[in-house]
């Protein structure tokens, strides 16, 4: 984790910097490439968040392992196994464990570009496969993954407009609801922060019943709110610095999704700008407790497993206040 001058690092439209690198990517940019953009994430920024801490309020960002019954998109069942070691003693065993089976933050090897067949920085798919991951494996941000967060509360923003929202149907929010969302709030997203969008969705997948949840595990069938996929959106977020956005719907777009759209988010965060994306937070009762306080910023510290070349993990990600 190093400080960066954040007014040297290019605009969105003045992406990329390399010749050779695809359109809006930001390939070359920063020097530690197995972060992407968690190299917004600076030692004088985990300093500021520090501050934010002043009531000792704690809140965990991770849903339960094995929370969605079935997994979601076909991902296996974890089994918990405890083992007898003796008269008075015992281990546990977690088989089947799919490190995006409940909360996580993918990795950047998770998604590459199709069109330019690579994932981010030009990695290509041999050296993830067979080459151990070496380059983009999750264990270069098992200390990295501290700053201020951010909370938009898009959901309850939509709400206190009076507006419709299903967050169980396909539907966006766009720019124009985060920023005014941020300005109901009195909040201001600052460069280096970590970004969490309430949407909604969580909250509704718990009130199902276990028919309802079944019709919608497989990745066919899943229907969800989200982050508009869009150009004008990967900008916003490249601008504004975000080090990585966070939601509490499983995909942080829209589903379902047409996985031969080059404009999907997937495709603009992960092997284009290094953005990483986490999927299925909970974070109602974080929202609950920033309206109640009016603050909306906070010290967010997630440790992800340190596991030789992982390809995504689960945030193990807290919240203090």
Partial sequence: MKNIDFDRIPTFDQLPIQKSAPPESSWGVFEEEALGCLNFLTPQGVVDAARLVT????????????????????????????????????????????????????????????????????????????????????????????????????????QAQGRPV?????????????????????????PGSILLVRTGWMEAYEKCDDAQKQAMASFASIKSIGIEPSRETAAWL???????????????????????????????????????????????PLAEDCARDRRYEFLLVSAPIRVQGGIATPPNAIVLK
């Fill in 166 to 190: 299903n967050p169980l149907e396909k539907d966006s929010y766009t720019v124009a609801e985060l920023e005014g969302a941020l300005q109901a709030q009195g909040a201001t997203l600052k």
């Fill in 55 to 158: 009531a000792g309020k704690v809140f965990r960002l991770d849903a339960p392992i094995g929370f969605a019954r079935p997994p979601l998109f076909g991902r296996a069942k974890v089994r918990h196994t405890v083992v007898p070691l003796g008269p008075m003693a015992h281990d546990d065993i977690l088989d089947n464990l799919n490190t995006q089976e409940s909360s996580q933050w993918d990795g950047l090897a998770h998604v590459g570009h199709g069109r330019h067949e690579a994932f981010y920085n030009g990695v290509r798919v041999g050296e993830i496969r067979e080459g151990g991951n070496a380059r983009l494996g999750i264990h270069h941000w098992s200390d990295k993954f501290v700053g201020r967060g951010i909370l938009i509360d898009a959901y309850g923003f939509r």
């Fill in 238 to 284: 490249w601008n504004h610095r975000v080090a990585a956005i966070g939601t509490d719907c499983p995909g942080v777009e829209p589903l379902p999704m047409d996985l031969g759209d080059e404009g999907l988010l997937h495709y603009r965060a992960l092997p284009l700008l290094g953005l990483p994306l986490g999927e299925l937070f909970v974070l109602a």
